[in-house]
């Protein structure tokens, strides 16, 4: 009987989620439907009736990960049908995130009506996508016959193995994957203006990654390094949760580049020639936002990926993942580095010179220094000056005449 008790209530509780909205005050609203395009407008459409006059109402939407819900007017017309449409030109949605939206009805002598709440994801609709899935991965491609989306699809889960050396996996849903044939279309779809050498993104967030990557002679490269890359940085977040923004960037750009398949071949010789003129970049100056020209972006990456690899093969991957730990505590870049490995940063850049280049650890401190000792000796030069020019105590100084 029981059994039987707990079968109806489900089915209740199923019709009731097919049945239009109502409240206490007879308020209908049914056809509830979106519908938009991507980059330029969505169209929000409902019909509203209630057994009181309407006196006012407004259409309420928030993008997931957006602090900000917006309100719109909402005409509603003599039949009962209402219609927004929002310009996406006019407040921008966040690209692929799922939008939650709600109705708010001021009603005539009676209390104001809020309906359930209705979502959809924003995602790129205009290319005819297709898919394959399981429960880790989602990819969308829509250049390139079934077995280039195969070939993703398996090197995405390789990745997926490739990342687990380095920090552990655990998904709570599928990760989204969508390739687009070149990095201008990565660009347009994100609109990242002004940065046009950026070829994959992912939302960690989100759990979305987006990467160009055609069908040609080096897809396979290209998958095995893009895809990779950007799936650390999803499964990164979902290791340290919101502590993923107080990690260093190279530390977080630096564990992607280990994670992938393929290296990037440029980046040894990136590191040699920037070892040999002097211009690396000292470590401290890589915990925030890289540089933004693409040759200063890519020696940046390229010490970071070698950094991480020395940190690995040096401490481990406990010792990798003792760092996040550390990081995702809160503690400044070098702090973080001398809980979890026992020294500062900026002694293990010296050491990672040294090993990797070769270089001599003293002269290469001399020369981290070096400002420093340039602003004390102007420090001390004006007092000293001061000492210098004073005219001794007791001395008679008179004026010719």
């Given at each position: 009987?029981?059994?039987?008790?707990?079968?109806?209530?489900?089915?209740?509780?199923?019709?009731?989620?097919?049945?239009?909205?109502?409240?206490?005050?007879?308020?209908?609203?049914?056809?509830?439907?979106?519908?938009?395009?991507?980059?330029?407008?969505?169209?929000?459409?409902?019909?509203?009736?209630?057994?009181?006059?309407?006196?006012?109402?407004?259409?309420?939407?928030?993008?997931?990960?957006?602090?900000?819900?917006?309100?719109?007017?909402?005409?509603?017309?003599?039949?009962?049908?209402?219609?927004?449409?929002?310009?996406?030109?006019?407040?921008?949605?966040?690209?692929?995130?799922?939008?939650?939206?709600?109705?708010?009805?001021?009603?005539?002598?009676?209390?104001?009506?809020?309906?359930?709440?209705?979502?959809?994801?924003?995602?790129?609709?205009?290319?005819?996508?297709?898919?394959?899935?399981?429960?880790?991965?989602?990819?969308?491609?829509?250049?390139?016959?079934?077995?280039?989306?195969?070939?993703?699809?398996?090197?995405?889960?390789?990745?997926?193995?490739?990342?687990?050396?380095?920090?552990?996996?655990?998904?709570?849903?599928?990760?989204?994957?969508?390739?687009?044939?070149?990095?201008?279309?990565?660009?347009?779809?994100?609109?990242?203006?002004?940065?046009?050498?950026?070829?994959?993104?992912?939302?960690?967030?989100?759990?979305?990654?987006?990467?160009?990557?055609?069908?040609?002679?080096?897809?396979?490269?290209?998958?095995?390094?893009?895809?990779?890359?950007?799936?650390?940085?999803?499964?990164?977040y979902q290791h340290t949760g919101s502590a993923y923004e107080s990690l260093p960037t190279w530390l977080i750009e630096g564990l992607a580049t280990q994670a992938e398949l393929y290296p990037n071949a440029d980046y040894n010789y990136i590191l040699s020639v920037a070892s040999q003129n002097g211009t690396l970049i000292p470590l401290a100056n890589l915990c925030g936002p890289f540089p933004a020209d693409v040759s200063g972006a890519m020696l940046a990456y390229a010490q970071s990926g070698s950094f991480v690899g020395y940190l690995r093969q040096t401490y481990g991957t406990s010792g990798l993942r003792a760092l996040i730990d550390a990081y995702a505590d809160g503690l400044n870049c070098e702090q973080g580095a001398l809980r979890a490995l026992g020294l500062p940063l900026s002694q293990l850049d010296l050491r990672w010179r040294q090993a990797v280049f070769g270089e001599d650890i003293t002269s290469v401190a001399l020369q981290n220094l070096a400002p420093y000792f340039i602003i004390l000796a102007l420090v001390l030069a004006i007092p000293l000056w001061r000492v210098w020019t004073r005219p001794e105590k007791g001395k008679d100084v008179r004026t010719k005449r």
């Open positions: 009987m029981r059994r039987v008790l707990c079968t109806l209530l489900l089915c209740g509780l199923v019709l009731g989620l097919s049945t239009p909205a109502r409240a206490q005050t007879d308020v209908l609203i049914e056809n509830v439907g979106v519908t938009y395009l991507y980059g330029e407008e969505i169209t929000f459409s409902a019909r509203i009736t209630a057994s009181v006059p309407i006196q006012a109402a407004y259409l309420i939407f928030q993008a997931e990960g957006d602090p900000i819900a917006r309100v719109a007017p909402l005409t509603i017309a003599s039949d009962g049908a209402a219609v927004h449409t929002h310009r996406i030109a006019e407040g921008l949605l966040r690209p692929f995130s799922m939008v939650t939206f709600w109705f708010r009805l001021e009603l005539s002598g009676a209390e104001a009506y809020t309906s359930p709440t209705y979502n959809f994801k924003y995602e790129d609709n205009r290319p005819p996508w297709q898919i394959i899935e399981d429960d880790l991965i989602r990819l969308h491609w829509y250049t390139g016959d079934s077995p280039f989306g195969q070939a993703a699809f398996d090197t995405a889960h390789r990745g997926l193995q490739s990342i687990a050396t380095l920090i552990p996996v655990s998904l709570a849903r599928p990760i989204d994957i969508y390739l687009y044939p070149t990095a201008a279309d990565v660009q347009q779809t994100l609109g990242l203006g002004g940065e046009s050498w950026i070829a994959g993104h992912a939302d960690p967030a989100l759990g979305v990654v987006l990467v160009s990557i055609a069908p040609g002679e080096v897809q396979s490269i290209e998958m095995e390094r893009q895809i990779p890359h950007e799936l650390a940085h999803i499964l990164l």
